[in-house]
């Protein structure tokens, strides 16, 4: 049986490890942190957190709620561990991510067919008796982007994408803010920060006028080597926008982005707000919040003077503040395979965000997939790709499929997932309900997956 070298001890490379080491086969798990960290990373730890500690909907018969049944239905292993370390959220599986992080370690630690060596892997040479899984993330260090360069011929497109700021619970002004579900749905886990019109006006100006971050060395994408193309332009990933980027592109863009006030009833006025921030608990011990949705590119100095321009948060202290990061990742549509193998060098798959999935949810997903196929190579078994009717599937269908030229990472939705018949549409008017048949039909077809790729016990 051939080994399997899994580099990358983020949220895919430790879910493929645990997978493959589960199916049988022996793994090699490279990591380079500590002894060489990355511009996010702040722990050695496996599955560290780098961002918002969410993982998402766990609303029935939503998108990311489907992804995760499937997982679960897998056996994933980071699931697990995030059940088992999880906050309240509202409708959202959050985690304590230390508490996460010690979890995935334990189970690692556990596995005694996973050899962990604490390196920085910089070549992908390969050998004929080693299937390698490379899971090194959007930070991927640059000898081993390079390496990947060279070894694709193909260029990888990087974006920018931005992190939230975390407020220290202690700090805040808790006669100001209010505990509120939005349309009183679940749980009342956030806090929200209630804006009148002017205090509106006032933060808005400030924001738009605070000084910005100049781009940082690394922040710029790698330069084509053929020299051909000229580096992209700053791109920022839609779906993560900084704040004052929406705040420029209108007046009222925030309040109908991530300061949304409806659905969320203030108690002593029994109305809306004109805007809202919300803030979402971070730890069990729930001593720190997080800014939802407030990821930005301002100085710190800057950050601190406008954020505190929030009502509630007038003396905020601030554990984190936004930042902004490179993320690499390759072109997945000319590349890869549905079995995340690369076309070039089937022996090399590729996953987690560096494969063009977005998220820690969507990159933990890849990982177990990979793991499991790496797993099959090894045993000299063809893997059969996850069916397209599942989250699973679809996603990866998606980025071995989408346009190469304008790929962009994508999280999981349901326009991913091949519509009803167009009979069944016709009859079925409710989009929730159809959602749910959608859901209904990949669990079935996950299942019937799960059972005829399961490889015989070793
Ligand atoms: C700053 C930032 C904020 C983000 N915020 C969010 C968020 O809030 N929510 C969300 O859903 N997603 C977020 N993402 C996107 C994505 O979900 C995470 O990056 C996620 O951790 C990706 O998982 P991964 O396993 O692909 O990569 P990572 O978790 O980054 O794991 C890759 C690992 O490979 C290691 N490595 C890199 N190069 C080498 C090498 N040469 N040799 C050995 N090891 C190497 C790294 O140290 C790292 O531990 C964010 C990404 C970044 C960068």
Known sequence: ????????????????????????CQVILSEMRPLRSTEAHQTGDFAELVCSNSLKSESEN?????????????????????????????HALAVDRLEFSRRV??????QPRIEVRREEVTSLQQEDDVITVLASGPLTSSPLADELQSLTGAGHLAFYDSISPIVDAASIDMEKVYFAARWNKGSADYLNCPFT????????????????????????PPADPSGVSAPPPLAYFEGCLPIEEI????????????????????????????????????????DSYNMVGFQNHLRFGEQARVLRMIPGLEHAVF????????????????????????????????????????????????????????????RGVQPLPAPRLTANGSLTHYITH?????????????????????????????????????????????????????????
């Open 1 to 24: 049986m051939k080994k399997i070298h899994i580099i990358g001890g983020g949220l895919a490379g430790p879910e493929a490890a645990l997978q493959a080491a589960g199916l049988g």
């Open 62 to 90: 939503t998108a990311p709620w489907l992804l995760k049944q499937e997982m679960r239905r897998a056996g994933s292993f980071l699931l697990q561990a995030a059940d088992a370390s999880a906050v309240p959220a509202g």
């Open 105 to 110: 370690a334990d189970l690692i630690a556990s």
């Open 197 to 220: 019109k002017e205090e509106y006006d006032a933060f808005l100006d400030a924001l738009i006028r605070a000084e910005t971050v100049q781009a940082h060395s690394w922040e710029t």
């Open 247 to 286: 705040a420029r592109r209108g007046r009222d863009t925030l309040r109908f982005g991530p300061m949304k006030p409806a659905g969320l009833t203030h108690p002593k006025t029994g109305r809306w707000p004109y805007a809202v921030v919300q803030l979402r608990q971070e730890n069990l011990r729930a």
């Open 319 to 378: 554990l984190r503040y936004g930042q902004i990061h490179r993320n690499t990742y390759i072109q997945a549509p000319a590349l890869l395979q549905e079995t995340l193998q690369l076309r070039s060098h089937p022996g090399i798959l590729i996953a987690g965000q560096l494969s063009g999935v977005e998220g820690y949810t969507e990159s933990i997903a890849s990982g177990l997939l990979a793991g499991r196929y790496a797993a099959a190579l090894a």
């Open 402 to 458: 989408a346009e190469a030229k304008r790929f962009q990472p994508a999280n999981i939705t349901f326009d991913l997932l091949p519509p009803l018949e167009e009979e069944l549409r016709r009859k079925v008017r409710d989009k929730k309900e159809r959602h749910r048949i959608q859901c209904e039909r990949a669990l079935a077809a996950w299942d019937q997956w799960l059972a005829e790729t399961a490889l015989p016990t070793l």
